[in-house]
């Protein structure tokens, strides 16, 4: 069965107990959740490679951040 980005970043959100958060702070630098995510979406082709090696006027962290708010799996405020 194929799985979808909704998925596959569900999970890794379940797997860092991170599921209910809201934006603020979810998607922090050198975090292993966010390595996790970057990870995925690197590896998925769904992240554009100017925001990947932050040549574009948004960074990877608010890229992230940003899918996780469209998927619906975070909230925009708590």
Known sequence: MFRGEYEEVKEILIKHDALDLDLDGIVE????????LYGYYMESGE?????MK???????????????Y?????KEEA
């Open 54 to 68: 932050a040549r574009a006027d948004v960074m990877p962290d608010e890229w992230i951040a940003d899918r996780l």
């Open 29 to 36: 630098l050198g975090t292993e959740l966010y390595e996790d």
């Open 70 to 74: 469209d998927l619906k799996l975070i």
């Open 47 to 51: 992240m554009p490679y100017d925001v």
